[in-house]
């Protein structure tokens, strides 16, 4: 399920509280500044009154600028960056004392701590310690802990919807603890890792595949490829069955297989842990935030890389198949060798034609003339190739599938996350239903383009809407969706998600697949020329 406007509001609503915010940090900087000193009249003793008041701040907050807690960067918010020679878009906690850790709470859609030194799991207390030599006074004292002080004490639900109150309240949260070193002397180490951990849920909305992409894959990807595969993956709410459809996009971001934190009692011990995960933008990578530049074509390479061996073993399979089936046919009578020249002659009369995918949905939304689109695409010159993924489907399939392909065709839908399985420069047309405007573009359309794809947004009129059957042409449903969206989630899923079919309107249609096809005819004439020269 993808949220429509509930999040937009509450994403709005989120920065309006940042704004206020940073008012109110403001008039404290203001007044930590100022401290009335600038009014004064005696103007020569201004330079040694400014001199006082500035030392005086600094000795307030250094206790606070220097270590690390919760309040820290709402504080380091309100005096600026300090981190403006790491350059602007170093985030928070990207450097790490040994013995401490750091918690960056500035994003609306996650918060990520990094514990850096001793780091020990406690699965049965849905614990995580840091064991520290650091002396108790550089943090906040929090008392007392099962006999043993407590430095620090961090909480955090390691998921990236940060902002919805509802589903956050379904993740396990996590009690981060820094203690004395001497507190560890009766917490042995049942399995001790030489590479870092990375601590995140598969809960919340795992099940669908734009949620396991944009919340899970995409920020896993972005938190961890500057490990270089040397990272452990410690996942709360453990599913097998995922770990069986991501096993071979894991690999490409670890050497070491997943830990089930609450599945695994033992105490495995870390030179340093991530706890949640970084996340940019909708389906998507800001190279400007990664290191070496890292992009979302970056990302779409490593699953390339992941799915190409299974996809090789599927080619394989299906050659000794033809062999066996060909083998077979010429043992039979001598009709085969006609059944023969006419799949020769009808692979033939595939080359040269460019691929197009229809991503077919069953339920809401279904194009009802899907029909008549094939046999339209056919007539225009496409291979038609029909996919209809569901949750059991295996990705590599999809991925061979789309990968080969050189059009996309989809309704607005939890499948349109599969352009990540499209190459740079091909074609994606997305159908939009009434009302998922906004959502088509923020979700997959703008994703898309920053992919590089070539992308085509196909807003049907209300005619091509199976509401035009319900509703009179003048209600409000079918003249103005965005009034009717900003009634609530409800109203958008029960109407426009659930409550609606296509039937495309084939001659306006018609005119984007006619300009997909000649535009992809054009690149294949260009890849052509380029390989005979």
Known sequence: MVHYHRYHHQFCRKGQKHVEEDEESQVLMMECGGSGYFHKRARPKLLSLLIISLLSCSFILAPHLFFNSVSTFSLLYSFGDPFADMGANTPLCSSVSNGTICCDRSSIRSDICVMKGD????????????????????????????GDEVIQHEKIRPYTRKWEKGTMDTIDELDLIAKNEHSGVNHHCDVRHDVPAVFFSTGGYTGNVYHEFNDGILPLFIT???FNKKVVFVILEYHDWWILKYGDVLSQFSDYPAIDFSGDKRIHCFPEAIVGLRIHDELTVDSSLMEGNKSIVDFRNHLDQAYWPRIRGLIQDEEQEAKEKLEKMLHLSPTSETS????????????????????SRNGSRALTNENLLVKMAKDIGFRVNILRPDRTSELAKIYRALNASDVMIGVHGAAMTHFL?????????????LGTDWAAETYYGEPARKLGLKYIGYEIVPKESSLYEKYNKNDIVLRDPETVNKKGWEYTKNIYLDGQNVRLGLRRFRKRLVRAYDYSIAKMNRHVHLQSQ
Not at 340 to 359: A, R
């Open 119 to 146: 780091v020990r799991t406690h699965s049965a207390s849905s614990s995580i310690f840091l064991y520290t030599s650091r002396d108790e006074n550089d943090f906040v004292n929090y008392g007392d802990d099962e």
């Open 421 to 433: 399985f499209m190459r740079p420069g091909s074609v994606f047309i997305q159908i939009i239903p």
């Open 224 to 226: 961890s490829q500057h």
């Open 340 to 359: 023969l020249n006419i799949e020769k002659e009808e692979q033939e009369d595939w080359l040269g034609k460019p691929t197009l995918v229809i991503l």
